[in-house]
């Protein structure tokens, strides 16, 4: 492995890196715009100059190999000033509207000119004005002044999306990122250029003007959108989940994510989630803490199996719990000699299905971990059609239903199959429509999302990721091994439990998340 000097540190790189590579690896800082680790090299911005000991002119750091014993600095007087020109040629046009920027707070062109550039512009003639706030395709929305033309967005999806809708047109200072003619920007993967987008020309409609970033707080978990399990960070603050975006992870997502994958925020804020247990049936509910109903059905769930009566008890189990809960949901169901478990696996999409880059037709971020922990317990699972068919007349059907009902179009339809049992024990975030009018006896249990717990999925291809807690936004929701816990008559130690994210709220855009 080639050995390079970075600024006076010796660091070794793989063979064929660049120097920029290296300056990433050893930690070290350089300005740059257009380059990216995940897309082709374009060499436009000409900002990652660096001094090479022996040759004769600067180089761009982006597009030039790294060679054993090779010297370089970036911190030379020559280079310093060579990038203040640059950065003062890339912003002339640059508008001044920092504080009405959506982008402001995590822009790289603001990181760029406090760390390399804080110069005296000394440009006198007026700014080339270009098009706002163009709607680009139903996602994504483009500000031409505040681009500066590094190609990212363009390279995206030339070279990962392969859809091709964005070029860049004209010529010299009147040259412009848009779409083809005709061709809007429109796949399942376009807001990655607003992440790639490294000022603020590329807004989300979705984000765009929800929040300030200064007044958000990051956790990092696994998307739940599918069996990819993309690593992803959710942003939040006391009001809720406001995005997520995709962590670098080279085994499974490497740089990206998709939007649909975006969108699983908003099953998890207050206004659509379950608050308190439902218990009841068609005009006669009352809303009680979710312990207290789980203190009441226990009992009728374990006389069932002291009288013999377990086989009567119907057991659904949807693809989108973790590991840990599918072991505790397993060992009662054992314990409670509970023989007829059933898999409800979503019927939105064939479950082969899979895009070519990360979207698969297993909406479920853990039907693998599921039939493993089934067959470790020696538990055959049976259909979802088999369920449909069999709950009518049992004495009991406990669902472990989805936390995203987009996906579970059959929703309404296994509620109502579900209810023909005596006793319904219903576990899910949301509140399904049609639980209001279930007729037998009902007890609705909220149940935590996967922001709001910790374990670990297994994604189609086998692999085992853990997570921890990212947030909390209903503190009194349980997930499946308490509810277990509960039900088998034992008590949680409530201490330990996390609370909701508080705190004074201040100066906030608006107080309104994206819609389902």
């Known amino acids: 492995m080639p050995r ?15 120097i920029i590579q290296a300056f990433k690896e050893s ?6 715009y257009c380059w990216h680790p995940g897309l082709s ?23 030039t190999e790294v060679k054993d014993g090779m010297v370089v600095n970036n911190t030379s007087d020559t280079v310093k000033e060579t990038v203040r020109w640059g950065l003062d040629f890339h912003l002339i046009n640059h508008p001044l509207d920092c504080p009405i920027c959506d982008q402001a707070g995590e822009c790289g062109l603001q990181d760029q000119y406090m760390k390399f550039g804080s110069y005296d512009p000394e440009m006198a003639e007026k700014k080339v004005k270009k098009h706002k706030v163009v709607d680009l395709g139903p996602t994504v929305v483009l500000d031409s002044e505040r681009c500066i033309l590094c190609s990212r967005c363009v390279r995206f999806t030339d070279e990962v999306s392969k859809t091709h809708e964005l070029g860049i047109f004209n010529r010299g200072d009147r040259s412009e990122i848009g779409t083809v003619e005709g061709k809007p920007l429109d796949n399942k993967y376009s807001l990655n250029t607003v992440d790639i987008c490294p000022v603020g020309a590329l807004t989300s409609k979705d984000f765009r003007f929800r929040q300030r970033v200064w007044y958000l707080k990051e956790g990092d978990t696994i998307c739940s959108g599918c069996s990819t399990g993309c690593n992803v960070k959710v942003h939040f603050n006391e009001e809720g989940v406001w995005r997520v975006k995709p962590v670098y992870n080279k085994e499974v997502n490497g740089h990206w994510m998709c939007d649909e994958g975006r969108d699983t925020y908003k099953h998890v804020n207050l206004k659509v989630r379950m608050q308190a247990a439902q218990v009841g049936q068609s005009g006669a509910w009352q809303l009680i803490e979710p312990a207290e109903a789980l ?3 226990g009992p009728k769930i374990r006389d069932l199996a002291k009288t013999g009566k377990s086989d009567k008890i119907s057991l659904l189990i949807t693809g989108q719990y973790t590991n840990e809960e ?16 059933y898999h409800w696996f979503n019927k939105a999409k064939d479950k082969d299905n899979f895009d070519g880059i990360l979207l698969r037709g297993d909406r479920n971020p853990n039907t693998h971990g599921l039939l493993d922990a089934a067959k470790a317990h020696g538990i055959q699972l049976g259909s979802l059609e088999q369920f449909s068919s069999g709950a009518s007349g049992a004495e009991m059907a406990i669902v472990a239903g989805p936390e995203d009902f987009a996906h579970f179009p059959e929703l309404e339809s296994i509620l109502k199959a579900a209810a023909g049992a005596k006793l319904l024990v219903w ?28 374990g670990s ?6 692999l085992k990721q853990c997570f921890k807690v990212a947030t909390t936004i209903v503190p009194q929701a349980l997930n499946l091994s308490e509810i277990c816990e509960l039900i088998q008559g034992r008590e ?6 996390p609370k909701a994210v508080g705190g004074a709220k201040a100066n906030y855009a608006i107080a309104e998340q994206g819609a389902l």
């Open 4 to 18: 390079i000097t970075i600024n006076g540190k010796t660091v070794e790189v793989k063979e064929g890196s660049t």
């Open 27 to 32: 930690g070290q800082d350089i300005c740059h």
């Open 41 to 63: 090299v374009a060499g436009v911005c000409r900002l990652c100059m660096v001094q090479i000991e022996g040759m004769p002119r600067l180089q761009i750091a982006c597009n």
């Open 295 to 297: 203190r009441q059905v």
């Open 326 to 341: 599918y072991e505790s949901l397993f060992k009662m169901a054992k314990e409670l000699k509970i023989s007829k478990a």
């Open 427 to 454: 576990l899910s975030s949301g509140v399904p429509n049609g639980l209001s009018e279930v007729s037998c006896e009902t007890f609705a249990i909220p149940t935590k999302t996967y922001i709001e717990k910790m």
């Open 457 to 462: 999925f297994t994604n189609h291809a086998g």
């Open 492 to 497: 949680l130690n409530w201490a330990l439990r």
